[in-house]
């Protein structure tokens, strides 16, 4: 019904449109037939005539209005009638408007250019909307009524073709009774055998016979449950007895279980004690050989002396690395591993680490090269120890599978991370073997094992720590021909206007004089040396070329031409690069010991050049920069004598007047003997510990606000929450370091200094 009313309104509108265009060609068609009467009778000035024509004019049913207007506007003849009047006009007046105008210049053919007047004809449209609106009503209500008689007839067709079959099946699905509805089966309508519902019928059918054989499959699994029953039920009996014998036996191991339980954690306590105690013995003669170590390195010494010792004190540093990694199992264990963000230097990292392995190196014949771009940023921030941890792994485990050639270090900030390499010209790996590697307690194969020992545990805490580092640790490597570790960490630079030796720090004579190399192309550390070199702004040439610089020749010369150059040198000085770290040199000749360090350089050429300058680590700036900016007195609680000498020579190295006490009933005693602005306070000693000691101190209403902070070799888990228990403000571990006990000294310095 909805398409038939559609259908008839685009009828009606087409209708529409038409009876204007009629009403359009009737009006003209009747002024058309009235021209030349009407030209005629103006030109005849024919009064009669004209009103006769009008008057015929006015028989159409649509004129209302007649006239003949001569030349000069006067109106000759007129004739008029009035509108009719209906209460469906304005429908009338809205779709074709209520009068119409038409008018027609008035001529005879003999006088073509003689204008007689015009014909004016007014038409009401109302005789043509009455005869619209009377077809669009028949129109409507025929289609309606064809609408009605179409939609019944389809009824009818749909009924008998759809809706009976469809009840019928129906009907037949509503009596099939629940007991046994596999029996039933649906009867197809007749003559809709091949049509949709005959083939729905069949697949109703089809899934009745599948309940039907789905029943009888379960009705059958029931039949053999039942048989099984009385077994299970005897069953049952026979594993009840059994289960009431397996509890009393469960439950004397229950009460085993809780004496080995209570019995674990009492060795879990005792461990932890024992770690703790290990830590303290073994951390405070550490801290007196690291004191000692760091005191002998402030004064005058020998280049190669200084380099010996602070190989040893980087050792000495390496192993209470170590120390604290094996004391730190327990947050590895639980997933609290924390990591530090502090500044550091990664070129002073890479340098250390690198001179540490030098020594095992050597014994192999093998050199360690750092390859460091010269535009790395000074101070990055991260963790260095777990990076000097990851460092020490990688080349370690590349010293040990290389018998010859060279393991390399390059470092360089690729994409804004900090990237590492680590390459060796060792045995490398089989392409199975990369698979295995960064997994737990493996190596490559087991003949490397055999070969080569290790616990295959160092490159698995390298790639956690990376991990933990939001980092990425990638290995390359191939059947004797070495390996390539690539380590990308997303350090953020600390400084980045800060920077190390500037090419405007290098003296005039150094770079007048240049630098002559006598070490070939072949050599190892050249392409490091002659990088940095140029770095700085030093004229580089070969040594058989130029005989005015300071010239570079290796210690090591299978034909001593290194030697009989260096003594017939007529240049500024001669610098010996040493890859073996045992030269002997003598007169004004200084040692370039490698692994390349960027300091040592700049120091040996200007000493080659003849510029005196402070020793390292008695920078006087430096020194300067660690000075108290005014002398506190301070009470030092050590039980330790060699840690009472180290710490109190850092102290009073800093501008601070040093008091110690063997223990904590001493420190009571000098508190109140005198007056004291900070206390550093030892945590186990004999007699009186750090812990009662302060607590005391805090008894005491005039040492309320007085400083305590904690200095103690333990480093377990819980150690700084018992010093704040305790009473102490701060917490710093040993071994002593002189930055350390400075920040924590100016943090805890009171405003004033109080008077002796």
Request: aromatic letters at 4%; a negative charge; charged letters at 25%.
């Amino acid at each position: 019904m909805v398409l038939g009313l559609i259908l008839n309104i685009v009828q009606v509108t087409l209708d529409y449109f038409s009876a204007r265009d009629a009403m359009e060609q009737e009006i003209r068609a009747l002024i058309e037939i009235s021209h030349s009467p009407a030209s005629q009778i103006a030109y005849n000035i024919d009064i009669r005539l004209a009103e006769e024509l009008l008057d015929g004019l006015l028989r159409h049913p649509a004129t209302i209005d007649a006239r003949i207007i001569d030349n000069n506007g006067q109106t000759m003849a007129a004739a008029s009638q009035s509108s009719p009047e209906s209460r469906y006009r304005w429908i009338s007046d809205l779709l074709f408007g209520d009068i119409r105008v038409f008018s027609d210049d008035l001529m005879v053919p003999q006088l073509s250019d003689l204008s007689l007047g015009n014909l004016t004809v007014t038409i009401d449209t109302y005789h043509y909307g009455v005869l619209f609106l009377q077809r669009a009503g028949y129109t409507l209500l025929s289609g309606l009524l064809k609408s009605l008689v179409l939609t019944a007839a389809l009824l009818a067709i749909f009924y008998f073709v759809l809706t009976r079959p469809m009840l019928n099946v129906i009907g037949a699905l509503s009596r099939v009774r629940a007991e046994s509805p596999e029996k039933v089966r649906l009867p197809v309508p007749p003559n809709h055998r091949e049509d949709e519902i005959g083939q729905m019928v069949g697949i109703i059918n089809q899934h009745l016979e599948t309940m039907d054989a789905s029943l009888a499959q379960t009705r059958e699994a029931e039949s053999t449950i039942k048989n099984y029953s009385a077994q299970l039920e005897r069953e049952v009996d026979d594993r009840t007895r059994e289960i009431s014998e397996k509890n009393e036996a469960l439950q004397r191991g229950n009460r085993a279980l809780v004496r080995a339980k209570e019995d674990a954690v009492r060795r879990a306590r005792t461990r932890a004690n024992f770690l703790a105690s290990m830590s303290h013995e073994i951390r405070t003669p550490l801290n007196g050989v690291l004191g000692m170590l760091g005191l002998v390195l402030e004064g005058d010494l020998e280049p190669a002396q200084r380099n010996r010792l602070e190989i040893a004190l980087n050792a000495g540093q390496s192993l209470l690395g170590l120390l604290n990694d094996i004391l730190d199992i327990s947050k590895v264990e639980a997933g609290k591993l924390s990591l530090e963000s502090i500044p550091f230097s990664v070129r002073n990292l890479i340098e250390e680490c690198a001179t540490l392995h030098a020594q095992q190196a050597r014994r192999k014949n093998i050199d360690v090269v750092t390859d460091i771009d010269c535009n790395l940023p000074e101070s990055f921030l991260g963790d260095p120890t777990r990076i000097r941890q990851i460092l020490n792994n990688l080349l370690s485990n590349a010293i040990k599978f290389t018998e010859q050639g060279s393991v390399r270090i390059r470092a360089t900030r690729f994409d804004g991370n900090l990237r590492i390499d680590v390459i060796d010209t060792g045995i490398g790996m089989s392409r199975e073997g990369l698979h295995r590697i960064f997994s737990p307690f493996s190596q490559a194969d087991t003949d490397t094992t055999r070969l080569y020992g290790g616990t295959g545990l160092g490159l698995t805490l390298c790639r956690q720590l990376v991990e933990r580092m939001h980092g990425q640790i990638l290995v390359d490597s191939e059947e004797r021909r070495g390996t390539h570790f690539t380590v990308n960490l997303p350090l953020p630079v600390h400084d980045q206007h800060r920077s190390g030796i500037t090419p405007q720090d290098i003296p005039q004579a150094v770079r007048a004089a240049g630098v002559d190399l006598g070490i070939t192309h072949q050599h190892p550390h050249r392409l490091p040396i002659e990088s940095q070199l140029r770095a700085w702004g030093i004229p580089v040439r070969d040594a058989d070329r130029n005989q005015g610089g300071i010239l570079m020749v290796p210690a090591e010369s299978e034909d001593d031409s290194s030697r009989r150059m260096a003594a017939q040198w007529r240049g500024t000085g001669v610098i010996v690069v040493d890859r073996n770290g045992n030269s002997a040199v003598s007169g004004d000749q200084q040692v370039l010991s490698m692994p390349l360090r960027r300091d040592q350089l700049f120091h040996a050429l200007c000493a080659a050049a003849g510029i005196r300058l402070a020793p390292r680590g008695a920078d006087m700036e430096a020194l300067q920069g660690q000075t108290a900016s005014r002398p506190l007195s301070l009470l030092l609680v050590e039980d330790n004598q060699v840690n009472q000498v180290v710490a109190s020579s850092m102290l009073r190295k800093l501008g601070h007047k040093v008091t110690p006490a063997e223990n904590g009933k001493r420190a009571l005693e000098a508190l109140k003997a005198g007056d004291f602005d900070i206390v550093l306070m030892d945590c186990q000693m004999p007699v009186m510990d750090g812990y009662e000691a302060t607590r005391n101190i805090r008894e005491n209403p005039d040492w309320q606000n007085l400083p305590v902070i904690a200095v103690t070799a333990n480093v377990m888990q819980g150690d700084r929450d018992d010093c704040f228990e305790a009473g102490m403000n701060d917490y710093i571990t040993k071994p002593y370091n002189r930055a350390d006990l400075k920040s924590i000294i100016d943090r805890w310095a009171p405003p004033e200094t109080r008077e002796d």
